[in-house]
């Protein structure tokens, strides 16, 4: 049974900087893409970072230059170290990996993130 579990999620101010863990079981992870996406409130689930097999990672307009994706294979444990955050990252966090072959996409059930003064 595959499962993502994200943690790190927590409120702090603008500037600061969050990490965020993904936790995944029952997945080959050496061989599998995670990603992060997020979802503010009222708004439309939106890409952040990916992170692939070959470690080459891809980032939004948005977030690139602030946020870096990291993966730890032997713990199968891909990071998101998120630096100068700011009240528009407020969002819920979610790391997922796309469905390859008969295999479906999965998602966790994300970590909440608030920036606010």
Do not use: H
């Not at 061989?31 to 689930?45: F, H, L, N, S, V």
């Not at 970072?49 to 993966?71: H, L, M």
Request: aromatic fraction near 10%.
């Amino acid at each position: 049974q595959v499962q993502l579990v994200e943690s790190g999620g927590g409120l702090v101010q603008p500037g600061e900087s969050l990490r965020l863990t993904c936790t995944s079981s029952g997945l080959i992870f050496p061989d599998t893409t995670i990603a992060w996406y997020r979802q503010g409130p009222g708004k439309e689930r939106e890409f952040v970072a990916q992170i692939i097999y070959t470690g080459g990672t891809y980032y939004s307009d948005s977030v690139r230059g602030r946020f870096q994706i990291s993966r730890d294979n032997a713990k199968s444990v891909v990071s998101l170290q998120m630096n100068s955050l700011k009240p528009e990252d407020t969002s819920m966090y979610y790391c997922m990996t796309p469905a390859i072959g008969s295999r479906p996409a999965y998602w966790g059930q994300g970590t909440q993130v608030t920036v606010s003064s």
